[in-house]
């Protein structure tokens, strides 16, 4: 396995420890929203939204990894998040 394979496959590790992360603090900041632990509520969905930022952490640097390869694929591929190419979404709903 070459360097830049083992990397993506500890890059696709990473984003799913993450986004099982995401999910798990989600969960928990309805469940307390429901309960009425506003403040509790509040924490985990701060959490969630860090650990979404270390996706996004990976993904950029996946696109960086495919980019140096020379994948032709990744041409209208931005590592700026915030722009509108990225997936099609980058209709100003961000965190910052």
Known sequence: MSRKEKSI?????????????VH????????????????????????????MMHVETAFRTYLVLERRSGNENLRGCSENP???RNAGIGHGHGRR
Do not use: P
């Open 24 to 51: 798990q603090y989600m969960y928990f900041h309805f469940r307390c929203d429901d309960m009425g632990y506003d403040l509790l509520s509040g924490l985990f969905k701060r959490t969630a939204i860090q650990e």
């Open 9 to 21: 496959e500890l890059l696709n590790k990473a984003v799913a420890d993450e986004l099982l992360a």
């Open 82 to 84: 915030r722009t509108e």
